[in-house]
């Protein structure tokens, strides 16, 4: 079924008050196609900072910079006009506290166009969080498995099956008190997720955390296949892009190694062909 979008852009408070409403739609864009395409379908896009392993080959997310967010950042803003564009705060630009979070988050606000930002991290996070929106920076917050604590967690593990339940909630409803408009709920278990649900009084937005969440997003290049090997359970895989463009990049490797390519519609004459384009 399609759902007939609004055409004005969102803002947080507009995905703010979706929450027991209508479900938000939510994925990652880190170049300025993709974003135009989610921007046809979606509410939010985010331009995550995931980037540094899908399109960067890095091993985690801990060495993606403020820089590097900015030039994606850029480049996801040419894309939209409707969908509220959320940029991430990398590891190590917020976490010393309120005053490096708001001159790391304006830069990331004036340089990029980016309406909100978002921060990983619960309770710890709260002041920071209280200080940016009371500063005039809407933030998503993000709590249950958050990337770049890999090396605190161990892996990337589900998150609620330890005891540690009860924290993750107190975790969200601690972001939701503190002003955040929206939270992700990352790889935690459906019976948590449910109960943050019902409890916070923002949206919540689930990955790898069911569809008991407010919404959902995922990572754009997982969701179209990108990857051949990389199947996490909780993606489900629209396309397959990856094998798509295996076999289409083998094809042209056999084509130019055969002469096949270019033919002759693809070469130029000293006069130009009735129907030649450029
Ligand atoms: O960096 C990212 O893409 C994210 C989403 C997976 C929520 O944080």
Redesign the pocket.
């Known amino acids: 079924m399609s759902v007939a979008v609004e055409t004005k852009a969102l803002t947080p408070p507009d995905i703010a008050a979706r929450k027991g409403r209508d479900r938000i739609v939510c994925l990652?864009a880190y170049t300025t196609p993709l974003a135009r395409l989610a921007d046809r379908h979606c509410d939010v896009v985010?331009v995550?900072?995931?980037?540094g392993m899908v399109l960067h080959g890095l091993p985690s997310?801990l060495s993606v910079t403020l820089d590097m967010m900015i030039m994606h950042g850029k480049a996801v803003r040419r894309g939209l006009d409707r969908a509220l564009m959320v940029v991430?705060m990398p590891f190590a630009s917020y976490e010393e506290g309120p005053e490096q979070a708001f001159r790391n988050a304006a830069r990331l606000m004036a340089q990029t166009g980016c309406a909100a930002v978002?921060l990983?991290g619960g309770e710890s996070m709260a002041e920071t969080i209280r200080f940016l929106t009371a500063h005039g920076i809407p933030v998503m917050a993000?709590v249950g498995l958050t990337?770049q604590s890999v090396n605190v967690f161990g892996g990337y593990k589900v998150q609620g099956r330890d005891g540690d339940a009860d924290r993750i909630l107190r975790d969200a409803v601690a972001v939701a008190e503190a002003g955040a408009f929206s939270v992700?709920l990352?790889k935690v278990t459906e019976p948590l997720a449910r109960r943050i649900t019902a409890e916070v009084t923002i949206p919540t937005?689930g990955?790898g955390a069911s569809a008991a969440c407010d919404g959902q997003?995922?990572?754009v290049d997982d969701m179209l296949g990108m990857f051949t090997g990389f199947r996490p359970k909780f993606v489900k895989r629209y396309a397959e892009l990856g094998s798509e463009a295996d076999a289409a990049i083998a094809a042209y490797a056999a084509d130019v190694r055969d002469g096949r390519f270019p033919a002759t519609e693809h070469v130029f004459d000293d006069a130009p062909k009735a129907g030649d384009v450029a």
């Open positions: 990652t985010l995550g900072d995931s980037v997310t991430d978002k990983e993000h990337p992700v990352e937005i990955i997003i995922l990572v």
